[in-house]
């Protein structure tokens, strides 16, 4: 069946998970407080955010890249801009939840969904070993499925609550996909990837 995580109100309370996550996969609620998502959103609020092309396409996303980016048309890793100030705290709070020294944590994706974006089934593509994602603002559901599989029984459907984390690594990250259903209202995440060991000396 689908392991969906439904929301019965408007309430900001703790949803049960599912019962059983993919391997690799970590969900977190209350990962930041309502103080640093608020600081968060009115840095997020001054960048010059952009619409996120994608091979010939342009995404209803808007976007802005720091540290690394992901060149679409040269399918490549490309340096970008270092990650500002504001997000420092996070980069390290990260790092201390994963273990890692804080310069692994190398690359922070900032997105904007208005309402009703998603995002559609994909395995991020980039040499990224693990992906951290933050949600601000609005909630929203994350899918889960095996990435051979169209058999919507294999759907794991996990509610992405304000202010929460969730960690992708190992066989989540590699060997499913994920996408974004539409969200309700205005949200934002801010998805880091950390460097495996060896590219990160």
Known sequence: MD????RTNNQ????DTPRSLPNGLVYKPDFLTRDEEEILLAYIGNLPLFHAPYREYTANRRIMNFGWSFDF??????PGPELPTFLKPV???IA???GIEKRRVAEALITEYSKGTQLGWHVDNESFETIVGISLGSWSRIRFRPLRSRNKNDIITL????RSAYIMQGQVRWEWQHSVMPVPDLRYSITFRTLPPQLSK
């Open 3 to 6: 392991n969906t995580v439904n």
């Open 12 to 15: 900001l309370i703790l949803f």
């Open 73 to 78: 048309r040269k399918n490549r890793l490309v």
């Open 91 to 93: 980069q390290y709070k």
């Open 96 to 98: 201390k939840w994963l």
């Open 159 to 162: 509610e992405l609550e304000p």
